[in-house]
Every structure is written in C-alpha cells, then in structure tokens.
Nanobody
Framework: QLVESGGGLVQPGGSLRLSCAASGFTFQHYTLGWFRQAPGKEREGVACISRGGGRANYLDSVKGRFTVSRDNNKNTVYLQMNSLKPEDTAVYYC????????????????????WGQGTQVTASS
C-alpha cells in the first residue's frame, strides 16, 4: 500500500513537500516514482529514484525545481517541489516497481506495480 500526503493549494513560486508512506512490501527492493496527471492530459513521470536512493531521473520541465528522495528506514519517498508553476497543477501519485539493485530508475508508468491514491497539487494565485 502507498499513501500520499502533503498536497494542497500554493501560490506560484511557492513550495510543497509530498510524502508517500509504504507498507505491505519490502520497500528497499523497489524503485519508486512520482507521476502526475492534469485534467485532460496523460499521466507523466515526474521523478523516479533508485532502490538505494543514489540515482534519480526527472521530467525536463521540473529539473532544478523538484527533488526526489527516499528514507528506506521509514519506508517513505518524498518529492520536494520548489518554484511551483501553474502548469504543475495536477494530481500527484507515487508508485513502486520491483527491480534489481542496479536498475536505472526509469519513469515508464507501465512498469510500475503499486500505486497510491493520489494527492492534489494546485499552484494558483
């Protein structure tokens, strides 16, 4: 099970930190990812992080603004979002994918096994 929290309404230029708490599986055996879906648009991968947390991949439009991290002791993955823009408005989901230790943390949503219920992020004045 994956449960997201931390979403909300923020003015453009503001920051939010999303959290995703995992249970029911061996967290450190999974690559984790954050995805988002805006109304009328397809779901897209925002940031994905390797099992050990040492490698991450980002959507080009969020590079330099968003940071993904994980705490394998707390079974939690985070997404720090800074300098939010109106176009970042979407429902954000975390997901988990069983991989080998050396796997590159790709953000292909079709490869992910477990999904959270999502949390709404709105950047608007």
């Amino acid at each position: 099970q994956l449960v997201e929290s931390g979403g909300g309404l923020v003015q453009p230029g503001g920051s939010l930190r999303l959290s995703c708490a995992a249970s029911g599986f061996t967290f450190q055996h999974y690559t984790l990812g954050w995805f988002r879906q805006a109304p009328g648009k397809e779901r897209e991968g925002v940031a994905c992080i390797s099992r050990g947390g040492g490698r991450a991949n980002y959507l080009d439009s969020v590079k330099g603004r968003f940071t993904v991290s994980r705490d394998n002791n707390k079974n939690t993955v985070y997404l720090q979002m800074n300098s939010l823009k109106p176009e970042d408005t979407a429902v954000y989901y975390c997901a988990a994918r069983r991989t080998i230790l050396s796997a590159e943390p790709t953000c292909d949503s079709n490869q992910y096994d477990f999904w959270g219920q999502g949390t709404q992020v709105t950047a608007s004045s």
